[in-house]
């Protein structure tokens, strides 16, 4: 009996160490292999999906895990990659925060088109590090730049003057502006679209402000610009048809004041 009682001991120490060992083994293989990839991270990029050429935009990176209570901080790496990358740039370009959150500016490209942004984040797990690797695509278009002058011909300072871009009776973007007394500054808006209808639209920058002395160096604190485009989406096409329409007019002029001096 106590020999058979010595080999049941004998046997069931001999599977608990067989059981043991590939936990061990796979553990130290975790940790000697380095970053495991795993489904469990989410990644996501908040912010436009539409950028100007050589523009930077404002994003934000949240990491996360399916168990968020296991992980001790999480860390990324971005760079643009494709064939699109030519002036694109993503700053900063890594990072480590212990909730996941991440903020960055992406630059687009010089050249108009898709840009694709790859995001490699990485979860702590004790002596595991996990890692996901996600790419986003970002949507690079020629701009419309709206630039105006405001002053302030009062004798006193004018603080969080706000400006409104409004396109077509729609608030696209406010601004706001310090302003010292009796001096100017440059106000500067983007306007960037993917589709947009041909024909005529609006730009319009409205000041709102307390103070009487704060306006445009118009005169006034309302400034509208109309745009022409004559293909949807491309901006540089409508400027070439205001163009050609101002070069005819000057032709037109031209000929009937050389007709004119004839007669």
Known sequence: MIGQRSSILLIAAVMVLLVAMPLSAIEAGAVESGPQESMLIDIRLDGPNVVGTGTPADYTVRVSYVYPERIQEYSYKAKIIGTNTLG????????????????????????????????????????????????????????????????????SDA????VDMIIDGSLRETKYYNISANSSISVNFTWVFSTIPQGKHTVTLVIDSQSEFVEFSKGDNVITIDVYFSDSGNPLRGILVIMIIFVGVILSLTILTKGGKKK
């Open 159 to 162: 603080s969080n003057v706000s």
């Open 88 to 155: 694109a740039s993503v700053s900063p370009d890594n990072g480590t925060d212990l909730e996941g959150l991440f903020s960055m500016v992406i630059t687009g490209a010089s050249s108009t088109g898709k840009m694709m942004v790859e995001i490699n984040a990485t979860a702590t797990e004790g002596n595991i590090t996990w890692f996901r690797v996600k790419e986003f695509e970002i949507s690079v278009v020629r701009p419309v730049f709206v630039d105006a002058v405001l002053l302030n011909i009062g004798y």
